[in-house]
C-alpha cells in the first residue's frame, strides 16, 4: 500500500449484506448501479467506452468485486476517469485506496468533506442510542476515523460543474455529514442522491436484508444536522426527479419516486427525524 495514504486504524470488514449484494442494474443506457453488500456504487458511461465515472466506492475490502464489475461492464483493464464521493462514509470510501492504487486517478469531493479525507478529521462516532432497529444498535463496530487520501483527493469545482460528467451538476446537500453532495442530471431528470435519502430503513436489520422499498431520510445513526438533511431534501424535490439512485435501497422512478419524495418533505418530521438520539437530543 502506498504509505502516503491510508485508512483509519479503525478501518475493517462489516459483516453485513443484502438480497441486492452482487447484483447489478442498468438504470439508463449510460447509467449502471452494483450493489456491494448493503450500498450501492454507480458507474456512469457508455458500455464498452473509455470516458467513464465511478461514484463511490463501496464498503471495506470490496476493490477486488469493484475492479471485476469495472471490467465486466467496459472492457478489461479499463479504469474510471475519476471517483466522484457523494460524501466520505466508511461504506462510501471503503475500497478506494486500493482502487487508487490500481487505476492512479483523481477523487473529487466537496470542500467539507476533505478534512476526513485526508486525516484532519475523524466524524462524530455514530450514535447506536437513535430510535431504529438492530443495524443502529450495531452502529457503534461502525468505522468513523478519517481516511486519508492525501493530494489524492481534490475538491470538486465551485461552479456546480462534476469532473468529466459535463452533463451532471453537483448539488451541496447536507446534513448527513457536513460535505454530502448529490449528483444531478436535469435532460432525463437522473438523480444520484448518495444518502441524502435513502428507499430502505437502513436502521432496520430486515429491511436492510430484503431491501424493502420504503422512503426514508438519511441513516439516523450517522445524521448529525437534522435541520439540514430536511433542508437538503426539499432541494432535491425541487429539481423534480424522474429516478433517483441512493446510496441504499433499490432505485426508485416516475410516479412512486414524486409521490415519495413529497411524502418525504412534507411529513420529514414523522418519517426522517428519529424522536431521540444524541444528535437529536444536542439540538
Known sequence: MDNSISYGDDYKYIPTTSVGSGVGLEILPDVYCYTVQIVNICLVGKPGSDDFVLVDAGMPHSAE????????????????????????????????????EKWNIPVYAHQLELPFLTGKEDYPEPDPTVEGGMVAKMSSMFPNEAIDLGSHVRALPEDGSVPFLPSFKW???????????????????????????????????YKVLTQEQEISGPPRYFTTNWEDAEYSVKVLKSLNPNTAITGHGLPMSGELLKSNLHL??????????PSYGKFVDNE
Open 171 to 205: 448539488y451541496h446537500t447536507p446534513g448527513h455529514s457536513p460535505g454530502h453532495i448529490s449528483l444531478f442530471r436535469k435532460e432525463d431528470g437522473l438523480l444520484i442522491a448518495g444518502d441524502a435519502f435513502v428507499t430502505v430503513k437502513q436502521e432496520y436489520l
Open 264 to 273: 418525504l418533505v412534507s411529513e420529514f418530521q414523522r418519517i426522517a427525524k
Open 65 to 100: 468485486k469493484i475492479i471485476g464489475v469495472v471490467e465486466e461492464r467496459f472492457g478489461e483493464h479499463k479504469k474510471p476517469k475519476a471517483i466522484i464521493l457523494t460524501h466520505g462514509h466508511f461504506d462510501h470510501v471503503g475500497a478506494i485506496i486500493e482502487l487508487i
